[in-house]
């Protein structure tokens, strides 16, 4: 499967852990997204990635939420102290390089925070 | 900042029915406007993509427009079928904002048989 892939699928934690979610997109795409999905609602975007660069950042992304994306591959997102609010689908996209380009969605994470 | 409204909230229909599902956006410079299904718990998929120049766009059945002077999209789903009911997604590309997506709530369509 050449797709976007994301694990784990599913994530329940007490508040107060810390969890870490990753993203693998399709290998010659070197932009990547995070965004999150709460129920009811379009998905809403967190940050972005041009290779391992994070070029930008939602003000939805507080100070417990930190990602990554070493050498322009797999990118990882991590929740600090995880609260209630937390709970969501976390999806990945990515696309390659210019305008005018769809972006091809992962399956996402759920995650439950109790 | 660019809103993005999707009418009508959700849809039920009858199976064979031809469906207008609507899409509209604040401000009109934009690169692109895709259009997404998602079945419950699931990520999405991407239906057509219509880039800024572009009035429309077909695959199969379905049929996307855009009218980027008045900030609206339409999907055409013709002869619908129960294989159709999931949430349909309008999402447009803000030039000048790294291409990230912003997304309408979404409608949630049911065709029963």
């Known amino acids: 499967d050449t797709g976007v892939s994301q694990n784990p699928r599913h994530k329940i934690t007490k508040r107060g852990q810390n969890v870490t979610f990753r993203c693998d997109p399709i290998s010659e795409h070197n932009r990547l997204y995070w965004y999150r999905q709460t129920l009811g609602q379009g998905p809403e975007f967190l940050t972005y990635?041009?290779?391992?660069?994070?070029?930008?950042k939602s003000r939805l992304l507080s100070d417990r939420f930190s990602a990554e994306r070493p050498k322009g591959s797999f990118s990882t997102l991590e929740i600090q102290r995880t609260e209630q609010g937390d709970s969501a689908m976390y999806l990945c996209?990515?696309?390659?390089?210019?305008?005018?380009?769809?972006?091809?969605f992962g399956p996402g994470t759920r995650l439950t925070v109790l | 900042k660019q809103e993005v409204t999707q009418i009508p909230a959700a849809l039920s229909v009858p199976e064979g029915e031809n469906l207008v599902l609507n899409c509209s956006f604040t401000d009109s410079a934009i690169y692109n406007l895709q259009w997404f299904r998602q079945d419950p718990g699931k990520g999405l998929t991407s239906l057509l993509l219509?880039?800024?120049?572009?009035r429309e766009q077909t695959s199969g059945r379905l049929n996307a427009s855009l009218d980027k002077s008045s900030g609206r999209s339409t999907l055409y789903i013709a002869a619908s079928q129960p294989g159709d009911s999931a949430t349909y997604l309008c999402?447009?590309?803000?030039?000048?904002?790294?291409?990230?997506?912003?997304f309408g709530a979404g409608t949630r369509l049911a065709v029963h048989p």
């Open positions: 219509i880039q800024s120049s572009q």
């Open positions: 996209a990515s696309t390659p390089e210019g305008a005018y380009n769809e972006q091809f």
């Open positions: 990635f041009q290779n391992e660069a994070q070029l930008e």
């Open positions: 999402a447009v590309e803000a030039s000048g904002g790294y291409n990230k997506l912003i």
